[in-house]
C-alpha cells in the first residue's frame, strides 16, 4: 500500500508541476512576446516620427528620395523598410528591404516571402503625411520579427530541453516528500493490520471452545434422546464467525506488502477444475446451471491457493446471487500475451452508484440479502487484494434485473 500510495503521489506531483510549468511557460512567453512587440511599436513610432520631416514635394507629391540618397552618400544601411505612399493607400516609394507593400499596423508577412518554408514577418507602423495642413500620403516604417521569433523560439526550446531534467528532479523530491508523508500512514495501517489478525486470532480460540461445548452438549442430548434448536443456531453462528476471522486474516495478509507468497508457473487448468467441481454441487442444489467454457492451454505465474480462492469467491458469489434457474457462465478470452476470466450470471444484478464500492471491506450491496445468504462483505475485497498482488486488474459490469460480469485479466506465462 505504501509504494502504491507513495507513487501515486509522486506521480501527481509531477504531473501537477509540468502543468504549472508548461502553462506558467506558455503565459510568461505570451506577455514578454507582447511586450516585445510594444517595444518594437515604440521604436517604430519614434523612427516614423524622426523621418517625417524629411519627406518633401518635388512634384506634389510625398517623397523621400533625397533622404534616401543623403543617407546612401553617408553609406548608411537601412535595417528598416521605409514606405512612402499616397493618399489613396498606393506605394509611391520603398527603401530598405523588402516589406508589406500595404498600409498595416502590427505584424504582417511579406509576400514575396509567403510561399517561402519561413516567411519574412515584419512589425508595422504607419504616419499620415501632412502639408498646408492637408492629408498627401502616409510614411509607413517596418522591420522585421525576426530576431523576436529566434528569441522567443530559443526560449521554448530551452523551456522544453529542461523540462526533462526537472521532472526528474522534481520527482525525486516527491518521491522523498511523498515517503516521508505516508511513512505514519503506513504506520497506522500495519498497527491496524496487525490489530485484525490478533483480533481473528482471537475470535478463533473462543469460537473454538463453543464448538468443543456444543459438540458435547448435542452427545449429552443423544444419549438422553433430547432435542434442541439451539445448539444448530449456535453451531452455525460459531461457523460464521470462524469463516469470518479467517477471511480477515487472509485479507490483512493479501494486503500487507510483507507477507510474502510463492510464485509458480501454474496450468490453468490446475486451478480451474477443482474450483468448478465445488461450485457445481453448489449451483446444482440451488437448481442452476453453471456453464464452463474450453480452458484454454496456457499458464500463468502465481500462488495456487490464492488464485483458487479468487475464482471461489467470485463463483460463489455469482451462484449465491442468482435465483433457482438461473445461469451461471465461467467463461474465457486470450488476447495476446493477456488472459481474461469472466464470471458472469443471469443474478439479481448491482445498481451503479454501488458498483465503484463492491470491493471495499464489509460493503454490501442488499444488506439484508446477503445476511441471508451467509455473506459478511470481505469475499469481493479478498478477491482484489488477490487479484492485485498478482499485478493484474478486475472490473465489474453489471445492470440490475439482468446480472453480472467479473472481469479478470492477467498476463499469460511464457
Same mark, same amino acid.
Given at each position: 500500500?505504501?509504494?502504491?500510495?507513495?507513487?501515486?503521489?509522486?506521480? =501527481?506531483?509531477?504531473?501537477?508541476?509540468?502543468?504549472?510549468?508548461?502553462?506558467?511557460?506558455?503565459?510568461?512567453?505570451?506577455?514578454?512576446?507582447?511586450?516585445?512587440?510594444?517595444?518594437?511599436?515604440?521604436?517604430? =513610432?519614434?523612427?516614423?516620427?524622426?523621418?517625417? +520631416?524629411?519627406?518633401?514635394? %518635388?512634384?506634389?507629391?510625398?517623397?523621400?528620395?533625397?533622404?534616401?540618397?543623403?543617407?546612401?552618400?553617408?553609406?548608411?544601411?537601412?535595417?528598416?523598410?521605409? =514606405?512612402?505612399?499616397?493618399?489613396?493607400?498606393?506605394?509611391?516609394?520603398?527603401?530598405?528591404?523588402?516589406?508589406?507593400?500595404?498600409?498595416?499596423?502590427?505584424?504582417?508577412?511579406?509576400?514575396?516571402?509567403?510561399?517561402?518554408?519561413? +516567411?519574412?514577418? &515584419?512589425?508595422?507602423?504607419?504616419?499620415?503625411?501632412?502639408?498646408?495642413?492637408?492629408?498627401?500620403?502616409?510614411?509607413?516604417?517596418?522591420?522585421?520579427?525576426?530576431?523576436?521569433?529566434? @528569441?522567443?523560439?530559443?526560449? &521554448?526550446?530551452?523551456?522544453?530541453?529542461?523540462? +526533462?531534467?526537472?521532472?526528474?528532479?522534481?520527482?525525486?523530491?516527491?518521491?522523498?516528500?511523498?515517503?516521508?508523508?505516508?511513512? $505514519?500512514?503506513?504506520?497506522?495501517?500495519?498497527?491496524?493490520?496487525?490489530?485484525?489478525?490478533?483480533?481473528?486470532?482471537?475470535?478463533?480460540? %473462543?469460537?473454538?471452545?463453543? *464448538?468443543?461445548?456444543?459438540?458435547?452438549?448435542?452427545?449429552?442430548?443423544?444419549?438422553?434422546?433430547?432435542?434442541?434448536?439451539?445448539? %444448530?443456531?449456535?453451531?452455525?453462528?460459531?461457523?460464521?464467525?470462524?469463516?469470518?476471522?479467517?477471511?480477515?486474516?487472509?485479507?490483512?495478509?493479501?494486503?500487507? $506488502?510483507?507477507?510474502?507468497?510463492?510464485?509458480?508457473?501454474?496450468?490453468?487448468?490446475?486451478?480451474?477444475? $477443482?474450483?468448478?467441481?465445488?461450485?457445481?454441487?453448489?449451483?446444482?442444489?440451488? =437448481?442452476?446451471?453453471?456453464?464452463?467454457?474450453?480452458?484454454?492451454?496456457?499458464?500463468?505465474?502465481?500462488?495456487?491457493?490464492?488464485?483458487?480462492?479468487?475464482?471461489?469467491?467470485?463463483?460463489?458469489?455469482?451462484?449465491?446471487?442468482?435465483?433457482?434457474?438461473?445461469?451461471?457462465?465461467?467463461?474465457?478470452?486470450?488476447?495476446?500475451?493477456?488472459?481474461?476470466?469472466?464470471?458472469? *450470471?443471469?443474478?439479481?444484478?448491482? $445498481?451503479?452508484?454501488?458498483? @465503484?464500492?463492491?470491493?471495499?471491506?464489509?460493503?454490501?450491496? *442488499?444488506?439484508?440479502?446477503?445476511?441471508?445468504?451467509?455473506?459478511?462483505?470481505?469475499?469481493?475485497?479478498?478477491?482484489?487484494?488477490?487479484?492485485?498482488?498478482?499485478?493484474?486488474?478486475?472490473?465489474?459490469?453489471?445492470?440490475?434485473?439482468?446480472?453480472?460480469?467479473?472481469?479478470?485479466?492477467?498476463?499469460?506465462?511464457?
Amino acid at each position: 500500500m505504501k509504494n502504491n500510495l507513495r507513487s501515486r503521489l509522486t506521480v =501527481q506531483f509531477v504531473l501537477l508541476f509540468v502543468f504549472l510549468y508548461f502553462s506558467g511557460g506558455a503565459v510568461a512567453i505570451f506577455v514578454f512576446a507582447n511586450q516585445l512587440d510594444a517595444s518594437l511599436d515604440d521604436e517604430l =513610432q519614434d523612427l516614423a516620427c524622426q523621418i517625417l +520631416p524629411a519627406v518633401d514635394f %518635388p512634384n506634389g507629391a510625398p517623397s523621400l528620395r533625397r533622404w534616401a540618397s543623403r543617407a546612401e552618400a553617408r553609406h548608411d544601411k537601412l535595417l528598416s523598410t521605409v =514606405q512612402v505612399f499616397d493618399r489613396s493607400g498606393t506605394i509611391l516609394e520603398e527603401f530598405g528591404p523588402d516589406g508589406y507593400r500595404h498600409l498595416r499596423r502590427g505584424t504582417a508577412i511579406v509576400e514575396e516571402s509567403s510561399h517561402e518554408a519561413n +516567411p519574412v514577418h &515584419v512589425r508595422s507602423r504607419f504616419l499620415e503625411i501632412m502639408e498646408a495642413g492637408e492629408k498627401t500620403g502616409y510614411l509607413q516604417v517596418q522591420v522585421s520579427v525576426r530576431q523576436r521569433d529566434d @528569441a522567443l523560439r530559443q526560449i &521554448v526550446l530551452t523551456m522544453v530541453t529542461l523540462s +526533462p531534467f526537472l521532472a526528474l528532479a522534481v520527482a525525486l523530491c516527491g518521491s522523498w516528500f511523498s515517503g516521508n508523508a505516508t511513512r $505514519p500512514v503506513e504506520e497506522m495501517m500495519n498497527l491496524l493490520r496487525q490489530f485484525v489478525v490478533d483480533a481473528a486470532h482471537e475470535i478463533n480460540t %473462543p469460537i473454538t471452545v463453543i *464448538d468443543a461445548s456444543v459438540q458435547t452438549l448435542e452427545e449429552t442430548f443423544a444419549e438422553q434422546n433430547l432435542t434442541d434448536e439451539i445448539l %444448530p443456531i449456535i453451531t452455525r453462528a460459531s461457523h460464521r464467525m470462524r469463516a469470518l476471522g479467517e477471511s480477515l486474516i487472509v485479507l490483512s495478509r493479501m494486503e500487507s $506488502p510483507e507477507y510474502q507468497f510463492s510464485v509458480t508457473r501454474l496450468r490453468l487448468r490446475e486451478i480451474i477444475e $477443482p474450483v468448478v467441481a465445488e461450485c457445481e454441487q453448489i449451483s446444482r442444489r440451488k =437448481q442452476q446451471t453453471l456453464e464452463v467454457e474450453t480452458i484454454p492451454d496456457v499458464a500463468i505465474m502465481g500462488h495456487a491457493e490464492s488464485l483458487e480462492r479468487m475464482l471461489l469467491n467470485l463463483l460463489a458469489n455469482a451462484v449465491r446471487y442468482t435465483d433457482a434457474g438461473g445461469m451461471v457462465w465461467l467463461r474465457f478470452e486470450v488476447e495476446g500475451e493477456k488472459l481474461k476470466i469472466i464470471v458472469e *450470471d443471469t443474478g439479481i444484478g448491482i $445498481p451503479k452508484e454501488s458498483l @465503484a464500492h463492491v470491493f471495499e471491506r464489509f460493503y454490501r450491496v *442488499d444488506k439484508s440479502r446477503s445476511r441471508e445468504m451467509g455473506g459478511y462483505g470481505l469475499g469481493l475485497s479478498i478477491v482484489k487484494a488477490i487479484v492485485e498482488r498478482h499485478n493484474a486488474t478486475i472490473s465489474v459490469e453489471s445492470k440490475v434485473g439482468s446480472g453480472t460480469s467479473f472481469i479478470t485479466v492477467m498476463q499469460i506465462a511464457p
